[in-house]
C-alpha cells in the first residue's frame, strides 16, 4: 500500500481506475470499519492542520507587545523599588486587565470562527462492504470508495471511475465559477489542477449528476491542504494603529526619561536631596506616560468590534477594526459580494415576443411581463413549451429550509426550475418523470438533452448555446404554429441573443423534438431537426443595496476594484447596474502582459478586472500597496487565502467561503455582502477618529501636570502634586473619560473624508501645537491654585491643585468631542456616556476631597465654597478658547482638523 510520503511522486490523475486501487490495496465495494480504522492510524485524520492557528497563550502574550505597555511595566518597576508599592501595584493591575481584556476579545472572535465551521460540519457518503454508509468527513481514507450526489461536498481528493453528468463546482479551489464536467477518462500526467477532468478535489462541492471515486489523497495532503500549508508560512502584516501606537510609545518612553534625567540634575544643582530628587523624578516619568491609553485604546476597539459584528463584520484581532476605517481601496469579488449569488431568468424570447419576468433569486414569487403589463403565461402557447422544455430537460431541484429558497442543482438549472414555478407550469408540480435517456452537458456539446416517455411516444428536451441549438434547429415555433427556420429568421434570432449578451445576461436557447415511438441510438439522431422555441436570459443580480455602498465609498475617497473570475461583459454589465466607473476592463492575460508600472497607471482609471487568478490577487496587492494604499481583499477559496493573509485587511466570506479562507483573513463577512464592508469601514473611521482624540486628549492632560511639576520645582516650591494623585488622575479621571470619547458617535462627515494616511502619525505638528497650548494652560492654572494656597496651609494647596486640575481636564473633553464641530453643533447630550464620566469623576473626587480614609491616603483636606468657585471660575476660559478656535476653523476651511 502506498504511504502518505509518496503523494508527491505519484500522478494519481493519469492511472486507471484499476491501477490505483492496486496500489492502495482496496476495491470498488469499499473498506471495512477495522481496516479504516488502520488506515487512520496510518494516514491520520482526513483534517486540515491547524498548527498555524494562534493558540490561546499566543493570543494572551501579544498583549503585551506594544511599547506603550512595556513602559508601563518599567514605570511599576520603578515605582516599586523607590517603596511606591500602591502605585506599582496599580499599574501593573491596569496592565493585567487590559491584557486580560484584549486577550478575551480575540479569543471570543477565534471561537465564533469555530461556531461558523461547526454550522457548516461535512459528512461524507462512502461504500461499506458495498453498502452506501454516511460517516464523519474526518474519518475518509485514502482507498475508499466515495458517493457523489447533486448538493453533496467533496470529503477528499478522489479519482472519479463512474460519472452520470456530474458537474462539479471547483471556484473554491480554482476561482472558476463556472461548474467542471467531470468523467472517467484518464488525464495527462502534466495536466493543469483546473484541467484533472477525472479528480474531484476536498472542499469542492457536486452541483449536478451523480458519481463514484476512488480516495487518493487526504487532509494536508490534499490540494486544498496544499494551500493551506502555503498560507500558514506568510507572515502576518504589522496594523497601522500598531504601529503609530508604538512610535507614540518610543516618544513618550523618551521624553519621560529626558524629563526624569533633567529634574534630577536640576535638583542636583541646587543641592537638593538625592532621594527627593529620585522620587521627584519617578513622579514626573508617571505623570508623562498616559497610564489609561493601552486600556482605553483596547476597550474602545473591543466596544468597536461588537458594533461591526452587528453590521455582519467578524473581527479577528482587535486593531484589525481600525485599519479598516484607514482602506483607501476595496478589491472585491463579483459574485455573491456586490451580487445575491443567485441566478435568475429575467427575459425570455419567444418568436415575435420578449417577455420580463419579475421577482429576484430562488423565491418563485414574480410575474411575467409583456410590453410592461402582467400576463398568464399558461394564456401563451409558446411561452408555455418553453418552460416546460426548461422545467424537463433540467436537474435541480428548488427547496424551502428556514423560511429560505434554495437550489439543488446548477444555479442556471435552477433559474429554468424558479421560472417554470413562477409561471405555475403544472409539471413542476409533479414527481420527477423517469428520464429514458440522456445526452449530458460538457464544454465540446455546450448542450444537454434528455428524453421523456409520453403517451404517444418519446420526446427530446434540449437546451444549451444559443449558436448549438439554432444549427440543430430546421423548425420554429411561432405564432401558435410551426413553421421552417429559414436564414431571415435565424438572423434575426441571433441579432436577439446578441442583445440579450449585450446586457450582461447568460443566454440559453430551448428546442424540443417529437421522436416517435423509439429512441435514437446516438445523441446526432436525438438533437438533429429540433423545434426552437425561444431564449432564456438569466442573470445573477446585483444586490440592491450595492449601489448606494459604491456611492459611500466614492464619497469617502476609497476606491472599489471588482475581481473576478468571470467574462468581461458580464463583468461590465454589473459594474454598470451598480454605478461602478471603469475606463474598460482588465483581463487576466493583459494582466501577464503588462509590467508593475504600466499596470499600476491603468489601475487608476480601470475598476473591473476578469478572468483573474488568485495569483493575479496577490500582484494586485503588492503594488497598490507600493503606491501608498491600505488594501482590503475580499476572498472565499482556499486558492485566494495567500492573497487574504497578505493584504492589508483580509474579508473572507462566512456564508461560502471555505475554512482556510476564514483562518487567513483578518475579518468575516457574515453575510458575504459589500454593503457590509462599508459599514465596517464607517465603523473603523469612528474608531480611528475617537482613538486620535482620546490619546490628544490624555496627553494634553498629561503635558499640563509635567509643567505645573517642574515649574514649581523651577520656583523652589514642594512637590505639587503626588505620585497617588497623579496616578488616580491618569488612570481613573482621565481614563474614565477617556473611554467615554472612545463612545463618541461618527461625525456627520466621517464618510465624506479621504482615508487617513497610513504614515501620518497620531500626533502631527498643529495636534502638538495644540497638545502644548492647552497643557500650558493646565500648568499655569495648576501652578497659580497652588501658590495661593502655599504659605497658609501646604496641604490645602496641593487639594487645591489635584482638585483644579482634575476639574479643568474634566471640562476639557468638550474640547477633544470633535475637532471640527462645536459643542452645540455635536450635541451636548449626542454622547450620554460623556455627562456620565463627568458626573461619576466629580463624585469620586468629592469623595477624595471630604472623605477621612481617603483624605489620609490621597494627603486631602476639605475644600470651601469659595475654594470651588474659584477653581470653575479659574476653568471656564479653557473651553470657551477651544470654542472659538472651532469657529475659526470651520469658517476658514469649512474642512476637516488634521494634523
Known amino acids: 500500500m502506498d504511504t502518505p510520503a509518496q503523494k508527491d511522486i505519484i500522478p494519481w490523475h493519469s492511472l486507471t481506475a484499476d491501477e490505483i486501487l492496486k496500489r492502495l490495496d482496496a476495491d470498488k465495494k469499499g473498506i471495512s470499519g477495522g ?45 516599586f523599588f523607590v517603596g511606591e508599592i500602591v502605585d506599582s501595584a496599580a499599574i501593573l493591575a491596569i496592565v493585567l486587565l487590559n491584557a486580560l481584556f484584549g486577550f478575551f476579545q480575540e479569543w471570543q472572535a477565534e471561537k465564533a ?14 461504500l461499506s462492504s458495498g453498502i452506501e454508509t454516511e460517516i464523519e468527513a474526518e474519518k475518509v481514507v485514502p ?33 472558476e465559477s463556472v461548474p467542471v464536467e467531470k468523467n472517467t477518462a484518464v488525464s495527462d500526467k502534466d495536466a493543469a489542477l483546473g484541467e484533472r477532468y477525472n479528480m474531484a478535489f476536498m472542499g469542492t462541492v457536486v452541483t449536478n449528476g451523480r458519481g463514484k471515486g476512488i ?82 485604546v483596547t476597550l474602545t476597539l473591543a466596544i468597536g468590534i461588537k458594533s461591526m459584528y452587528k453590521k455582519k463584520c467578524l473581527i479577528r484581532h482587535l486593531a484589525a477594526s481600525e485599519t479598516l476605517g484607514s482602506v483607501s481601496v476595496i478589491c472585491t469579488d463579483k459574485t455573491g459580494t456586490l451580487t445575491k449569488n443567485e441566478m435568475t431568468l429575467t427575459k425570455v424570447y419567444v418568436p415575435n415576443m420578449t417577455f420580463t419576468v419579475t421577482g429576484s433569486g430562488y423565491d418563485p414569487k414574480g410575474d411575467f411581463l409583456l410590453n410592461g403589463a402582467a400576463i398568464r403565461p399558461q394564456d401563451y402557447d409558446g411561452l408555455r413549451y418553453f418552460l416546460q422544455t426548461g422545467l424537463f430537460c433540467n436537474h435541480a431541484i428548488l427547496s424551502k429550509k428556514n423560511n429560505e429558497w434554495n437550489i439543488i442543482g446548477t444555479p442556471t438549472e435552477g433559474a429554468l426550475v424558479v421560472a417554470a414555478h413562477k409561471a405555475d407550469i403544472p409539471e413542476y408540480k409533479l414527481p420527477m418523470q423517469e428520464i429514458k435517456k440522456e445526452f449530458s452537458f460538457d464544454s465540446s456539446r455546450k448542450r444537454m438533452t434528455t428524453v421523456y416517455g409520453r403517451e404517444k411516444g418519446f420526446i427530446a428536451y434540449s437546451k444549451g448555446a444559443p449558436e448549438i441549438i439554432l444549427s440543430l434547429s430546421d423548425r420554429i415555433y411561432k405564432n401558435g404554429k410551426t413553421t421552417e427556420l429559414n436564414q431571415a429568421e435565424r438572423d434575426k434570432l441571433r441579432e436577439v441573443y446578441e442583445s440579450f449578451a449585450r446586457e450582461g445576461l447568460r443566454v440559453l436557447a430551448v428546442a424540443s423534438k417529437n421522436l416517435g415511438k423509439e429512441i435514437p441510438a446516438t445523441a446526432e439522431e436525438t438533437e438533429k431537426d429540433l423545434i426552437f422555441f425561444g431564449f432564456a436570459g438569466i442573470i445573477d443580480p446585483p444586490r440592491t443595496e450595492a449601489k448606494e455602498a459604491i456611492r ?44 508593475d508600472t504600466t499596470l499600476a497607471e491603468k489601475l487608476i482609471r480601470t475598476k473591473i478586472l476578469a478572468r483573474v487568478t488568485a495569483a493575479h490577487k496577490l500582484r494586485i496587492i503588492d503594488i497598490l500597496n507600493e503606491n501608498g494604499h491600505i488594501v482590503a481583499m475580499t476572498g472565499d477559496g482556499v486558492n485566494d487565502a495567500p492573497a487574504l493573509k497578505k493584504a492589508n485587511i483580509g474579508i473572507s466570506m462566512g456564508i461560502k467561503g471555505s475554512d ?18 462599508v459599514a465596517g469601514i464607517h465603523e473603523g473611521r469612528r474608531e480611528y477618529d475617537n482613538i486620535q482624540k482620546f490619546t490628544r486628549y490624555l496627553l494634553s492632560s498629561n503635558v499640563g501636570e509635567v509643567i505645573a511639576i517642574i515649574s514649581g520645582m523651577f520656583m523652589g516650591l514642594p512637590l505639587i502634586l503626588l505620585p497617588l494623585q497623579i496616578l488616580w488622575m491618569n488612570l481613573v479621571t482621565d481614563g474614565v473619560s477617556a473611554l467615554a470619547l472612545g463612545m463618541e458617535p461618527a461625525e456627520k462627515d466621517v464618510m465624506q473624508q479621504k482615508p487617513k494616511d497610513p504614515d501620518e502619525p497620531v500626533l502631527g505638528r498643529k495636534t502638538l501645537i495644540m497638545i502644548f497650548l492647552i497643557g500650558v494652560y493646565i500648568g499655569i492654572f495648576t501652578l497659580a491654585l497652588f501658590i495661593c494656597c502655599d504659605k497658609a496651609d501646604p496641604e ?41 464620566a463627568i458626573i461619576s469623576s466629580f463624585i469620586l473626587q468629592l469623595i477624595v476631597v471630604y472623605t477621612p480614609h481617603f483624605q489620609t491616603v490621597f494627603g486631602t483636606v476639605a475644600l470651601s465654597v469659595f475654594d470651588w468657585a474659584v477653581i470653575v471660575i479659574a476653568g471656564i476660559p479653557l473651553i470657551i478658547a477651544g470654542e472659538v478656535y472651532k469657529i475659526y476653523v470651520a469658517n476658514k476651511s469649512k474642512g476637516s482638523f488634521s494634523g
Open 35 to 79: 481496516e479504516r480504522e488502520k488506515r487512520l492510524s496510518l494516514y491520520g485524520q482526513n483534517k486540515i492542520s491547524e498548527d498555524g492557528r494562534i493558540s490561546p497563550l499566543k493570543i494572551f502574550l501579544n498583549q503585551f507587545k506594544s511599547v506603550l505597555i512595556a513602559i508601563l511595566i518599567i514605570a511599576a518597576a520603578a515605582s
Open 113 to 126: 470562527i469555530d461556531a461558523l465551521k461547526h454550522m457548516l460540519g461535512l459528512r461524507a457518503f462512502v
Open 143 to 175: 482507498g475508499d470508495i466515495v458517493v457523489l450526489e447533486s448538493g453533496r461536498k467533496v470529503p477528499a481528493d478522489l479519482i472519479i471511475f463512474e460519472a452520470t453528468t456530474l458537474q462539479i463546482d471547483e471556484s473554491v479551489l480554482t476561482g
Open 215 to 296: 480516495v487518493v489523497n487526504t487532509g494536508m495532503n490534499s490540494e486544498f491542504g496544499e494551500i493551506a500549508a502555503l498560507t500558514s508560512g506568510i507572515g502576518e502584516e504589522e496594523t497601522i494603529l500598531a504601529r503609530q501606537m508604538d512610535s507614540l510609545g518610543k516618544h513618550i518612553s523618551a521624553i519621560s526619561v529626558f524629563v526624569a534625567v533633567l529634574i534630577v540634575l536640576f535638583g542636583l544643582f541646587q543641592n537638593r536631596d538625592a532621594v527627593e530628587m529620585f522620587l521627584t523624578a519617578v513622579s514626573l516619568a508617571v505623570a508623562v506616560i498616559p497610564e489609561g491609553l493601552p486600556a482605553v
Open 552 to 595: 459611500l465609498c466614492r464619497s469617502a475617497g476609497v476606491d472599489v476594484i471588482m475581481i473576478t473570475g468571470d467574462f468581461e461583459i458580464t463583468a461590465k454589465a454589473v459594474a454598470e447596474s451598480i454605478g461602478l466607473d471603469s475606463e474598460g476592463v482588465i483581463t487576466g492575460s493583459e494582466i501577464d502582459s503588462l509590467d
Open 660 to 677: 482556510v479562507a476564514k483562518e487567513a483573513g483578518d475579518m468575516i463577512l457574515i453575510d458575504d455582502n459589500f454593503e457590509s464592508i
Open 796 to 836: 490645602k494647596a496641593r487639594t487645591m491643585a489635584f482638585t483644579g486640575i482634575i476639574f479643568i481636564e474634566l471640562i476639557n473633553v468638550f474640547n477633544f468631542r470633535s475637532f471640527r464641530q462645536t459643542i452645540k453643533s455635536a450635541g451636548v447630550f449626542s454622547n450620554p456616556y460623556i455627562i456620565a
